[in-house]
C-alpha cells in the first residue's frame, strides 16, 4: 500500500491542525493505521493508530488533544490535532499495519513520506 501524508505546516501554539493520509493500492479497511512523529535527534515515536475495527489508541502525550480519525470510502486516514504545544514540533508519518500491535514502528511495513508540523510559542 502506498500513503500519502499532508496538512502539516507552521502554527502558533494553542493552535489546530488536521493531517491527512491518503492510501492506496490494496484493501486500505484491512490495515491498521498509525501515526508517528519523530523529532530532530530523537526516535521515532507512536501517536496514535486506529484499528481496521474502529478503536483506537493514544499515546499519553497527546491524549485529549489529538483524534484519529479513518474513512474507508476515501481510503484516508486523519489526524486531528488541537491545544498544539512546542513540543508538538515533529515530521509526522502515517503508517499501516496488519499487526495487532500498532504502537511499534517496527510493527509497520508500510511508511509515508512524513510531513512537518511547527508549533510557535
Known amino acids: 500500500v502506498q500513503l500519502q501524508a499532508s496538512g502539516g505546516g507552521l502554527v502558533q501554539a494553542g493552535g489546530s491542525l488536521r493531517l491527512s493520509c491518503a492510501a492506496s493500492?490494496?484493501?486500505?479497511?484491512?490495515?491498521?493505521m498509525g501515526w508517528f512523529r519523530q523529532a530532530p535527534g530523537k526516535e521515532r515515536e507512536f501517536v496514535t493508530a486506529m484499528r481496521w475495527s474502529g478503536s483506537t489508541s493514544y499515546a499519553d502525550a497527546v491524549k485529549g488533544r489529538f483524534t484519529c480519525s479513518r474513512d474507508n470510502a476515501k481510503n484516508t486516514v486523519y489526524l486531528q490535532m488541537n491545544s498544539l504545544k512546542p513540543e508538538d514540533t515533529a515530521v509526522y508519518f502515517c503508517a499501516a499495519t496488519t499487526s495487532v500491535v500498532v504502537t511499534t514502528p517496527g510493527r509497520y511495513g508500510y511508511w509515508g513520506q512524513g510531513t512537518l508540523v511547527t508549533v510557535s510559542s
Open positions: 493500492g490494496r484493501t486500505f479497511s484491512n490495515y491498521n
